[in-house]
């Protein structure tokens, strides 16, 4: 079994020990992971900031380079959204007829992380020891674009020592939207504190999520005003064991 | 008390809500932001009706198929548009009706005018139509010297009060009682008025009751045009519009051209979201429909005005085409986030919230309110209510790429960080040598905005836009493919 | 007659699309997807029962009746709200306009006189259960529009055998459009300021409905 690792250009450069922990996960399951060094980004930032042109570009590689994966696995609900909601519309309006072949038959084989352990792998005991209150933020994208509906819980259900607190108003929006966090910094800003009001009511240590864009922003906020809540993305706590617990960056 | 003869013309409001002139929103968002009364306000507004309407859709065993059914059938007149129209003008003309075509909202003006003046009449009573507030009627009334008077409790609010509608269904939702309690006891004489809802809207009764009995000309709006039997279809709660739309004599509907549908039948479909959508209750208390003219029984001299006002033009592309087929329920904005931050004045158009972010740009033929295609986290709450299943987030993304493609041809994207951004970082994405190259370069740079623990706290520039609120974790000393391919050497 | 911009719009609506003729508007029309529920499961009496239900919580008065105690029945809601003066549509039954109140037929009322009256008593043309709708086509025995929206007392006579459970079943009951048709469903409301509901804004703040069971 094997699974190419798609790690985003954001977890690449900002949060490389997500893509560690995916790696370990994966290599504890048995599963052989690849990574394909010419990788750079799945287009989503500039499909959906307007810029269809470079997006195209983006997605056009993506479908070259992984032409002859098995599985391609992505740590990103959101990258992942977009791939299956928008590359078809890129190719249509900017591609060619061999191009949106290649991504019909690619597409299938593409997969957010707990899609991947769920749906493919058919596992949900990783073998996983994380003893703290975890707060689970659902992502827009996660929750809707890709319906990953209880897979997430599953998943962290069967981590040993781990305390689930229920978030409230988990379908509401975290307010980071990608570069509406800058464009309308200050309705992102309220919408955040909106989303902290529920984090923090859960008295949870650790808010996780399949996305470390939401959680860029959760945890930068939350940062800034010494919380007392850390954000680490559910791959590292799926990847945590007695004898390896999760890294500490800082 | 005070009748409404005796009212001083009304002011205008003080936000006019026109999408020319109305600041970008991230500017107008900002002292809505601040307006702790306002927001809370509308966050107790949307949460009602989210619950009511949450608890409808749950006991409706067949919400999925009606919302299929809805779309489907607005999305078939759509593309048969011309063909309902011609329909609905025969029909309506054969039942006693006349139907006028207005390209834009100027000649809607002129002909409502024009209507009134042949009768004489000074004043004109009003069912709430965002229709007419889209074409400024009341304004352009008022200047020839004709009394538009609101009867919608809400739009009575407004009207009095000098305010402007923040929502398509609650319109006055960011207004408070005790707000409401002083705008009546001002303008209707009631200083002794108190702030209790009942008495409100007793007060509110009171006024209007000689107005509903003597002026003879009513202007409308139409939740749905019937191609089928030339019918009119208007949903309310509070029975002005019944009051208005019987009564006088003289009776102008306003409509936008995708108001039709086809068949009386389709009701079956429409009345069953519409209600639970906007809100949140089984059915609405008063829903009337009327075909032209019956002798003996309402306005003997009924004209429909039919509103193009840009609209035809959406209708070139299926992506875009799907706007029109809001049935204006609010059930989008209701649902927003970003809604619920800001509430409607914020968007510089009487159709605020997501539909007016992609609605009112394409009225404006995306010559005005370009703010608006962003001024959404693109998180796909408005598309999960939506009635009639339109994706508002792929029409966002639509109206970002044809924004963007305009900036493309300007000078101005030369001072728009964000674009210069996003382009340079095209060219770096487009090759693993440059992106390793950009993240060894942004890593020296990170650290030099970094603090001890790593953390950056303030940027400059457009990246203080950021740090204003939040910290950024600072970039760690090795990316995934350097550590990557260590990894993979070291196995070796 | 501003032709111009008729012919403009329509002109611009067939640039925009692609060209369909009109049978194959009606053939796509035919083929419209409806799943939605157009069945029926309830019987008379379990619609009548969820009538009653969503009548009661709309506020409005309810109250059933067969052929030999309509005229008690009514006598008794005419008396406990207080008025004298009732006006009835021109076809309202005879038997319906009791003794002991006076009665204004309605062949021409003017709207000072209707604003007068104590209340209205009319029939309807059909009723849905589910969403506790009264329907009026406005016919000789329920009235003009104007007949049941100026009194601010409204008695409506539904027969069981008008009751319908959906308003697919309506529709598919009434396949030819009324010329005029009124859906109430329930005492005017507004929740305009505070979202706090309040009943009775304009048109009649009183509704009240007798079922007059004429089915077994």
């Known amino acids: 079994m094997r699974a190419s690792l798609f790690i985003t250009c954001y977890n690449d450069t900002l949060y490389p020990e997500t893509g560690r922990a995916v790696v370990a996960l994966l290599e504890r399951l048995g599963v052989e992971v690849e990574f394909n060094s010419l990788q750079t980004c799945c287009g989503q930032m500039h499909a959906n900031s307007g810029f269809r042109a470079e997006a195209f570009s983006q997605a056009k590689r993506f479908v070259q380079i992984y032409r002859d994966a098995e599985t391609i696995v992505i740590p990103s609900s959101s990258c992942v959204a977009m791939i299956r909601e928008q590359y078809q519309g890129l190719f249509e309006e900017l591609g060619n007829e061999r191009l949106r072949r290649d991504f019909a038959v690619l597409s299938p084989r593409i997969f957010e992380l707990s899609e991947y352990l769920v749906d493919h792998l058919k596992v949900e005991d990783l073998g996983a020891y994380f003893p703290h209150r975890v707060a689970y933020h659902a992502s827009c994208h996660g929750l809707r674009a890709l319906h990953l509906g209880d897979r997430p819980y599953r998943l962290l259900a069967k981590v040993r020592g781990l305390e689930l607190a229920p978030l409230a108003n988990t379908d509401r929006c975290c307010g980071f939207g990608g570069t509406f966090s800058v464009k309308n910094a200050e309705v992102s800003s309220a919408m955040l504190t909106a989303k902290l009001q529920d984090i923090l009511a859960t008295r949870a240590e650790f808010c996780t999520a399949l996305d470390n864009s939401c959680l860029m922003h959760l945890g930068g906020a939350m940062h800034r005003q010494f919380a007392g809540v850390r954000t680490v993305h559910m791959a590292q706590i799926l990847a945590a064991t007695e004898t390896h617990p999760i890294e500490e960056l800082p | ?492 | 007659m501003n032709v111009a911009s008729r012919d403009r719009i329509l002109a611009g609506i067939r640039a925009a699309l692609p060209v369909r003729s009109v049978e194959r508007a009606s053939a796509d029309y035919q083929q419209i997807q409806r799943s939605y529920i157009r069945t029926v499961v309830r019987n008379s009496s379990e619609c009548t029962a969820l009538l009653v239900e969503r009548l009661r919580e709309y506020g409005a008065e309810v109250a059933e009746a067969t052929p030999s105690d309509i005229v008690s029945v009514l006598s008794a809601q005419l008396r406990a709200s207080g008025g004298s003066t009732f006006a009835a549509p021109p076809d309202l039954p005879l038997e319906w306009r009791v003794p002991g109140f006076e009665w204004l037929i309605d062949d021409g009322l003017s709207y000072e006189q209707l604003d007068k009256v104590d209340g209205v008593v009319t029939t309807a043309s059909c009723a849905v259960a589910d969403s506790g709708t009264i329907v009026l086509h406005h016919g000789s025995a329920e009235g003009r529009r104007a007949l049941t929206l100026l009194p601010d007392w409204h008695l409506c006579v539904v027969r069981a055998s008008q009751l319908v459970e959906t308003l697919p079943e309506y529709f598919s009951r009434f396949p030819h459009a009324p010329q005029l048709a009124t859906y109430i469903s329930g005492p005017s409301a507004t929740a305009d300021i505070e979202m706090t509901r309040i009943k009775g804004v304009h048109g009649p703040r009183f509704l009240h409905v007798i079922i007059l069971r004429d089915v077994s």
């Open chain 2, 1 to 492: 008390m005070k009748g409404p003869e005796s009212l001083a013309r009304n002011k205008p409001p003080r936000v006019q809500l026109d999408p020319r002139f109305a600041p970008p929103f991230p500017q107008a968002a900002l002292p809505v932001l601040r307006n702790t009364q306002l927001r809370k306000n509308v966050a107790h507004a949307i949460d009602v009706i989210q619950s009511k309407r949450a608890r409808l859709v749950e006991e409706k065993a067949d919400w999925e198929e009606l919302r299929a059914a809805a779309s489907d059938l607005r999305a078939h007149v759509l593309d048969n548009l011309g063909h309902y129209l011609e329909e609905f003008e025969s029909q309506c003309t054969a039942a006693g009706g006349h139907v006028h075509w207005a390209a834009d909202g100027t000649e809607a003006r002129r002909i409502v005018l024009e209507i009134i003046r042949q009768k004489n009449a000074n004043e004109v009573i009003k069912i709430k139509t965002m229709t007419s507030a889209e074409i400024q009627l009341n304004l352009f009334l008022e200047q020839a010297g004709i009394a538009a008077h609101e009867t919608d409790l809400a739009e009575i609010i407004l009207q009095l009060g000098g305010e402007a509608p923040s929502h398509i269904v609650v319109p006055a939702l960011h207004v408070n009682r005790s707000q409401v309690r002083d705008i009546f006891a001002q303008r209707m004489g009631l200083p002794d008025l108190s702030d209790d809802p009942q008495a409100l809207t007793a007060a509110a009764r009171t006024y209007l009751r000689k107005l509903f009995l003597t002026v003879p000309v009513a202007i409308s709006g139409a939740n749905h045009l019937i191609a089928e039997t030339g019918g009119v279809v208007i949903v309310e709660s509070e029975g002005n519009g019944r009051m208005c739309l019987t009564l006088p004599q003289t009776l102008i509907a306003i409509a936008g051209i995708e108001k039709v549908i086809p068949r009386f039948q389709d009701l079956e479909v429409l009345l069953q979201v519409l209600a639970r959508s906007a809100t949140g209750e089984r059915m609405n208390p008063y829903t009337s429909v009327w075909s032209g003219v019956k002798p003996g029984d309402g306005p003997q001299n009924f004209h429909v005005v039919l509103l193009d006002n840009g609209r035809s033009d959406m209708l070139r592309r299926p992506v875009e085409r799907q706007t029109l087929k809001c049935i204006r329920c609010a059930a989008c904005m209701n649902a927003c986030p970003v809604y619920r931050q800001t509430g409607g004045h914020a968007y510089g158009s009487v159709y605020p919230g997501p539909i007016g972010a992609i609605l009112t740009p394409q009225l404006q033929r995306l010559e005005h309110a370009q703010s608006l295609p962003y001024a959404s986290s693109l998180c796909g709450a408005c598309y999960e209510v939506c009635p009639v299943k339109i994706n508002i987030p792929e029409v966002l993304i639509e109206l970002r790429a044809q924004v963007t493609n305009r900036e493309r041809e300007e000078p101005r994207r030369f001072f728009d960080p964000l674009y210069l951004g996003l382009r340079i970082a095209s060219f770096i994405l487009a090759s693993p040598r440059r992106l390793r190259l950009a993240q060894r370069l942004g890593r020296i740079v990170a650290r030099l905005f970094a603090s001890r623990d790593g953390w950056i706290h303030v940027l400059p520039g457009y990246g203080a836009r950021w740090t204003r609120t939040r910290d950024l974790r600072g970039v760690p000393s090795q990316t995934f493919r350097e550590w990557w391919s260590t990894r993979n050497k070291g196995e070796q």
